[in-house]
């Protein structure tokens, strides 16, 4: 039950004081900052409880996909981490406060030239990872909430964006995509020097410090295990 009623918590908490007339009304009295503090506490409380939750939860397997399922997480969370560094330690446009970059008429660099949701598309994958691997009721309620807050929610910033600003983010927007590399077959040029290479390699790093130390993080390794 703790780990329903957190990812209900989560994901609605996200979606329902997101919506711009519900936002709109509580930062008018809280003001932005008072809005961002109880965001992140009601936030951080509500995962803390899904994944209390899921360490609990009852293993009801609904499916298994073998080899295809064990090799998922060494495919896609490399990718999923490079994502989420490139994008939480690069300035972004679609993140709370970027509308001034997007008022000044700045061009995309570095990893937004390649998506414009760089860490949704990371926690997204991250998620996908874990549900092939893991095919029990209780990771497709925690992993599946959280694709489908990571991907609603890119959908989501890109509407709200085009109401409240209009002309700018239609010029943003046209110069990037929701999905990765769909801008470069576009024509437009991948900003490779803006991306580096050292967030990639400390991506990367991170990577096999999770993937050694996920026995002693989370209680289940992350190396591949064998077949049978």
Do not use: C
């Not at 995309?108 to 030239?113: H, L, N, Q």
């Not at 590399?181 to 990367?204: E, K, M, Q, S, T």
């Not at 993937?211 to 989370?218: D, I, P, S, T, V």
């Amino acid at each position: 039950m703790a780990l329903i009623l957190g990812m209900l918590g989560f994901v609605g908490g996200h979606l329902v004081l997101a919506w711009p007339p519900i936002r709109t009304k509580l930062v008018g009295v809280i003001g932005e900052r008072g809005f961002a503090g109880i965001y992140s506490v009601l936030a951080a409380a509500s995962l803390g409880v899904a994944i209390s939750g899921y360490r609990s939860f009852p293993s009801y397997v609904l499916w298994n996909l073998g080899t295809a399922g064990r090799a998922a997480p060494a495919l896609l969370m490399p990718v999923a981490l490079m994502l989420v560094v490139l994008g939480v330690t690069s300035r972004n446009a679609t993140a709370v406060g970027g509308e001034k970059m997007l008022a000044q008429g700045a061009a995309p660099r570095g990893i937004f030239t390649v998506t414009r949701h760089p860490f949704l598309w990371g926690v997204g994958l991250w998620a996908i990872a874990h549900l092939f691997a893991n095919g029990d009721l209780g990771s497709l309620i925690l992993f599946g909430g959280m694709a489908l807050l990571a991907f609603a929610g890119m959908a989501a910033i890109d509407y709200k964006r085009a109401v409240r600003l209009g002309a700018a983010w239609d010029r943003f927007a046209a110069q990037t995509s929701l999905v990765p590399f769909a801008a470069a077959f576009r024509g437009r040029v991948i900003d490779w020097g803006g991306i580096g290479w050292v967030r990639p390699v400390a991506a990367l790093l991170l990577y096999i410090g999770l993937l050694h130390g996920h026995r002693l993080l989370f209680g289940v390794s992350g190396l591949p295990r064998p077949p049978g």
